[in-house]
Structure formats: C-alpha cells, structure tokens
C-alpha cells in the first residue's frame, strides 16, 4: 500500500460514527490518497463480503456484530476550481474525503453560488450523492456533474454523469448497491454575491425576507445554520442529542389528495425537484403520539430538539434499531403510513423484524 495508506484489523467502528455505536471491522483501510486505492482493490478481492465505505459515518447504523467485509475510509482531501462549463458555470473538482462543511465555506469565500443552503450538514462530499443531499432548497442534484468511482462490477475506473446517479429524494442507483466507490466529484457553481433563491419559511424569517428572496451567500448559511441549530441538526451544537443521525426516517411520499388533506391539518408537505411531494417524518413521529426527550428503549430517545431518534449512554446498535421499529410501527398505526430508514445499516445483522435484512 501506498505509504499514507494505514490498513488496521479488529478496529472499533463506533468512534467513527455520529451515533458512536457498532462493533469492530475485521479490516479497516484509511486511504489518504486515491491514487493509493487500485491497492485497496486487490486486498479487497482477497477478503470477504462487498468492500464498505465510510465517510464520516453520519448517517449510518454499525451493527454490533461489527463488519466482516473490509471497510474503506476515505480521508483523500482537496478541490480544486476550474474552468467553466459551457452555461458559464464554475467547475469544481473535489475528492470524495473532503468534508462538505469545507466545500460549503470554500464555495461561499469564492463567490460560488448553489451549496449555501447545504452548511451545517456533516460528511464528506463523496457521500452525498449516495442520498443526493440536500436542505433547505437546495440537493447536490442541483449542482453535481458529475463523479468518478471504481466500479465493482465492472472491476474498473468509470464516470458517471448526473443522470447515470439516478439522484431523487435522500435517494440515488448507488445508495446501498456497494457498486460503486466515488474517488471524486465534479460540480458546477454560479459565480454570485447572492444565494439561491430562499424557499423555506423558518429560514427567510430569521433573514427578515420575503419567501423567493435572494440574499448574500454568507448570511443566508448564517440563516440556515441558526434554524439548524435550534432543531439540533448541527453536530456538536447540544451536549444532551449529541449522537445522532440527522433524520432516521425518509419524509414519505404522498398522493396529491393527502397532501391536501394534510395541509389541511397544519402538516408540513413539501414538493421536492424529483417531482415527488412528502409529508415530514418528524411530524408524523410528533402525530403518533411520541414526546421530545421521551425514552423508547433503553440508551435510546426521542431527541430534546426534534422528532428524530438519539442514543444516550448504555445505547447499542440493537436497541437503536428496536428503536425504529417501535416509532416505525407506531405511525403506521396510527397514520397508515409506513416511514422507511434514511440512513444504511452496515456489517452483519441478523434478520429482524419489519425493516428487512439489512447487509
Ligand atoms: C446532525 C445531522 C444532520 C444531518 N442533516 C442532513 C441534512 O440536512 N440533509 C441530508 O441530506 N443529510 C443530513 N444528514 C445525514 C448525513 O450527514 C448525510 O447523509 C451525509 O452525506 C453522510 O456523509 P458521511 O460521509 O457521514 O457518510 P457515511 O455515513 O459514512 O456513509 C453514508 C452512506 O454512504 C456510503 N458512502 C460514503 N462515502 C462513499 C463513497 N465515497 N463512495 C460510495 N459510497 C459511500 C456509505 O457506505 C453509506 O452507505 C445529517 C446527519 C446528521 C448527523
């Protein structure tokens, strides 16, 4: 292996989690550079199991069982801004291990318009085209041109353009396929002062605009983080919610009738660029009847700030996934709506309940 290329075994993987739970990978490869990583293909064809990614680890759930597979940390950090397309869009070329967070402030310190909504959301930029990212108005499917991966399937490098993504709500072809390892990615800026247009309420409020204002870059990632924080949606911005995942649960799709009716009842429904219009899973959770800072199992509770699950001490990776079964079939009963997880089970579990086998 390269020489910046660390390979460890029996390596704790909850240190390297939000949700710090999980058990141990059998390997573990840090790859600093992803020059380095045709040598991380050889090792892993000597090992069991698809090779696992691991970004920053915010939105996934290590299975106390650990990972058999060998898993791959990406820590190739970098960007760089390049020509521009042929819409006059500023072409931005970052490896797959640079922190979002950095992308974001790099973009607005440049003038670079079309990630300022994105600030405050943990990971690495190689991760978020898995879910096609996104808040607050804005998805990396607005910007991402796109990225270059290994493919394993086809045991070698390829590019894939945006569409070939399938980019659609938190969702995309490579979420959970193992397929592909994205090395790097390209996206196309717009050279302005001012953000995109300010699409939700909470967030134009605290700018004092109108909805469908536009402002300076850095005061609307100022807005957003502010309405960020107060959901507890920043890491490290509350001692008590700490380990967290985000949001556990996709928004699910509704039908235009019961978008209505919902809207009818206060529901916040929001209509997505995939065409798709869904209903808050937080609200859903909140409807069921669950309170803030309530206990489902043990170490594991309804946040203090937001209708999403957290785990406290004495939490396992078992019991976060009882967890979600019990709010899963609560608000199935009591809203017809079956809620699916965001977030990818990783390592060995055994089968359980109604969320299927995960890998
Ligand atoms: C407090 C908090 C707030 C959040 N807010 C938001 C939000 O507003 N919007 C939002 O969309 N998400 C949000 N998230 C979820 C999370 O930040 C994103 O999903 C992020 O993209 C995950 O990045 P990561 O590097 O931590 O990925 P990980 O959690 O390490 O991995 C996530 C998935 O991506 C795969 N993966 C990671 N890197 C690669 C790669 N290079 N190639 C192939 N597969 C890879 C992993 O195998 C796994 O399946 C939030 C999470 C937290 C904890």
């Known amino acids: 292996m390269g020489s910046r290329t660390r390979i460890s075994h029996g390596v704790p993987l909850a240190p390297m989690t939000t949700l710090g739970l999980g058990g141990l990978a059998s390997v573990l490869v840090d790859l600093q550079d992803s020059a380095d990583f045709p040598e991380f293909v050889e090792l892993a064809r000597a090992c069991p199991g698809d090779p696992v990614c691991l970004g920053s680890g915010s939105n996934v759930l290590v299975s106390d069982l650990g990972c058999d597979s060998p898993v791959l940390r990406l820590n190739n950090r970098g960007l760089r801004i390049g020509p521009r397309d042929t819409d006059g869009r500023v072409l931005v070329e970052v490896q797959a291990g640079h922190l979002l967070t950095d992308l974001v402030e790099t973009a607005i310190a440049e003038g670079l318009s079309g990630m300022e909504m994105l600030v405050g959301i943990p990971g690495t ?29 086809l045991g070698r490098h390829v590019t894939l353009g945006a569409r070939e993504c399938g980019l659609g709500h938190r969702n995309s072809v490579i979420k959970r396929s193992r397929r592909w390892t994205l090395l790097s990615l390209v ?173």
């Open 125 to 153: 930029v190689g991760a978020t085209p898995i879910q096609n990212v996104g808040a607050y108005g804005q998805e990396v499917s607005d910007t991402l041109v796109e990225v270059r991966a290994w493919d394993w399937a």
């Open 187 to 359: 996206f196309a800026l717009y050279r302005s002062a001012l953000s995109t247009p300010v699409t939700y309420r909470a967030v134009a409020d605290v700018l004092g605009v109108r909805v469908g204002g536009r402002v300076p870059l850095a005061e609307a990632a100022d807005a957003v983080f502010t309405v960020r924080r107060r959901k507890g949606m920043v890491i490290g911005c509350s001692e008590t919610d700490r380990r967290s995942v985000g949001s556990v649960f996709l928004s699910p799709e509704v039908s235009p009738a019961d978008a209505e009716r919902l809207r009818a009842r206060d529901a916040p429904v929001s209509s997505f660029p995939d065409g798709s219009t869904r209903v808050s899973a937080s609200w859903l959770i909140q409807q069921a009847g669950f309170e803030l800072n309530s206990t489902i199992v043990d170490g594991v509770r309804i946040s203090s700030l937001h209708y999403t699950l957290v785990a406290d001490e004495g939490a396992s990776a078992a019991a976060f996934r009882d967890a979600i079964e019990i709010v899963l079939q609560r608000v199935l009963r009591c809203s017809g709506v079956r809620l699916t997880p965001e977030i990818d089970f990783l390592g060995t579990w055994r089968p359980a309940g109604g969320l299927g086998a995960p890998v």
